[in-house]
T-cell receptor
Framework: GQNIDQPTEMTATEGAIVQINCTYQ??????LFWYQQHAGEAPTFLSYNVLDGLEEKGRFSSFLSRSKGYSYLLLKELQMKDSASYLCAARVNDYKLSFGAGTTVTVRA | GAVVSQHPSWVICKSGTSVKIECRSL??????MFWYRQFPKQSLMLMATSNEGSKATYEQGVEKDKFLINHASLTLSTLTVTSAHPEDSSFYIC???????????FGEGSWLTVV
């Protein structure tokens, strides 16, 4: 089976930094995706990690440790528009994704 | 712009009728597409894998006779919800990997309401 865990909710202040952790236990693993999803909309791609380490893309960075079954998404210089649900998804077989329940991030002024 | 397009975005149908949702890959061919369902405040649950030229592969607990999937071409997969019931009301989303597979794109999603 697949088990993807991430916190349910996080709150932070505009301009701050927030780190969303994700742990996974899956049968088969080919990489870790992070998606952003605003309410009522489809997910949008943020990052994809295959190798261990940190990948930075502007204000968003993603980290992966395959040996620990752990990833995090780092959001810097938070803006109000960053309020959304962030989905951690493990690529378990070919292109099949197994999603975590999502972390709702609320950015406050 | 969108690389995977879904239609319709919103649909309301009566109980017992069937509804078809289309998923198209734009500017690239997708031999494999995926269909997900998402209930309010829940995560995406994979329903089935759509394979061009062959039968879809359904996840455990998903009724293949109720959720008909057809992958008619390299750019189009359709999901037909047959004999719809109110409990089928949900957000249905398709996805397709790019050629390399490093990015998996999602369609805009389709809201289905069965009354």
């Amino acid at each position: 089976g697949q088990n993807i865990d991430q916190p349910t909710e996080m709150t932070a202040t505009e301009g701050a930094i927030v780190q969303i952790n994700c742990t996974y236990q899956t049968s088969g693993f080919n990489g870790l995706f992070w998606y952003q999803q605003h309410a009522g909309e489809a997910p949008t791609f943020l990052s994809y990690n295959v190798l261990d380490g940190l990948e930075e893309k502007g204000r968003f960075s993603s980290f992966l440790s395959r040996s620990k079954g752990y990833s995090y998404l780092l959001l810097k210089e938070l803006q109000m528009k960053d309020s959304a649900s962030y989905l951690c998804a493990a690529r378990v077989n070919d292109y099949k994704l197994s999603f975590g329940a999502g972390t709702t991030v609320t950015v406050r002024a | 712009g969108a690389v995977v397009s879904q239609h319709p975005s919103w649909v309301i149908c009566k109980s017992g009728t069937s509804v078809k949702i289309e998923c198209r890959s734009l500017d690239f061919q997708a031999t494999t597409m995926f269909w997900y369902r998402q209930f309010p405040k829940q995560s995406l649950m994979l329903m089935a894998t759509s394979n061009e030229g062959s039968k879809a592969t359904y996840e455990q607990g998903v009724e293949k006779d109720k959720f008909l999937i057809n992958h008619a071409s390299l750019t189009l997969s359709t999901l037909t919800v047959t004999s719809a019931h109110p409990e089928d009301s949900s957000f249905y989303i398709c996805s397709a990997p790019d050629r390399v597979g490093n990015t998996i794109y999602f369609g805009e999603g389709s809201w289905l309401t069965v009354v």
